[in-house]
């Protein structure tokens, strides 16, 4: 059986952060594989990971819970083959729920050795009351509390419980018997997503799951930015805190106008990071916008 632990967590919360700065560290002796999926046809995390990991598979377009489900069946079949990997990590969209991935792998042959799910403590606020958030976190049984430097401890005292309040009442249920099919969650705290080694150490392993039907709304929807011409940073920044409060999420990768190295810019609910080099990136410059439809 291939082990396989499922990230997930709203736009923008640190999914491809934590495989890069946790999994990548605990995982470096063994052969990964990582399947990404993205909103809209223009993927900018495989790209970044593929720094990080020798295999990934990008499935762009769609989400891989509900239009993509065979696409990511057949993806799986197929990394397993050509690649016969140890470790699969999947980081699911940001506008993806997760359990329809567990049922997936499971059904093909892995076992999950978690669901992560990736709380955005900075901007719990803001999507909080989204349907999808929710059954993330529902959906999922190690809770990462994630980007603790950006909130005080009182409010990161009450993410918590309102985070624990939301898994007891998201959980996927057996529409039988009635009974949810986690029983145990487990809440960690995270900064630029750094985890202890134990979260990947098959202690938090799902039992196997049945089939159940699901349906959840899209309401984001991607709008893709080409730039022709290097571009000067301080006028990007200015565009992208100009940007209108629907666009929740921008990220992509751009040259800049006086720096050699493409950077990956990620901007989120209004927060502006610094760029990361992307030195082996040789394709266009282009930035995605993620916004409520
Ligand atoms: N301040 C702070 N920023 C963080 C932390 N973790 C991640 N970030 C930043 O948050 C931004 C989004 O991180 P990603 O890892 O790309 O988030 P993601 O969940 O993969 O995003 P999508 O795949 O687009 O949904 C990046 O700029 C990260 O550097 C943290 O703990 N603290
Ligand atoms: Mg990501």
Redesign the pocket.
């Known amino acids: 059986m291939l082990p396989a632990f499922v ?1 997930t ?13 946790s999994a990548r560290e605990y995982f470096k002796n063994k052969k990964v594989a990582v399947i ?1 999926n ?2 809209g046809e223009v993927g ?2 495989g790209k ?1 990971l593929k720094n990080a990991y020798s295999e990934v598979l990008e499935l762009p377009e769609g989400c891989i819970c509900c239009s993509l489900h065979s696409e990511f069946e057949k993806a799986l079949e197929e990394i397993k083959e050509k690649y016969n990997p140890e470790v699969l990590l999947v ?1 699911t ?3 993806a729920v997760p359990f329809p991935v567990v049922i997936s792998l499971q059904a093909l042959g892995c076992t999950v050795e978690g669901v992560l799910c ?1 709380v ?3 901007n719990f606020e803001r999507y909080k009351e989204d349907s999808t958030a929710k059954y993330q976190i529902g959906g999922s049984n190690i809770l990462v509390l ?5 909130v005080d401890s009182p409010k990161l005292e009450e993410i918590k419980r309102e985070v624990m309040e939301i898994w007891h009442t998201h959980r996927p249920v057996n529409y039988f018997t009635n009974e949810p099919y986690y029983t145990k969650v487990k809440l960690y705290e ?5 985890l202890p080694k134990e979260v990947f150490e098959g202690i938090y392993t799902l039992a196997q799951l049945k089939d159940i039907p699901h349906n959840h709304e899209h309401t984001y929807r991607q709008r893709v930015i080409n730039l022709i011409d290097p571009v000067d940073y301080r006028a990007l920044e200015e565009k992208l805190r100009s940007l209108p409060d629907k666009v929740i ?1 921008a ?1 992509g990768i751009v040259r800049l106008k006086n720096y050699p190295i493409p950077v ?1 810019i ?3 609910f209004g ?4 760029p ?1 080099d992307v030195p082996h990136y040789k394709g266009p410059s282009f930035l995605v916008l ?1 916004e409520e439809a």
Do not use: Q
Request: proline share 0%.
């Open positions: 990230i967590g709203f736009l923008g919360s640190g999914k491809t952060t934590l495989l890069i700065n990404v993205e909103i900018v995390d970044i980081e969209s940001g506008a990736v955005d403590c900075a994630n980007k603790i430097d950006l995270a900064f630029y997503g750094k999420r990220k990956a990620n901007y989120s927060y502006i990071d610094s990361i993620i």
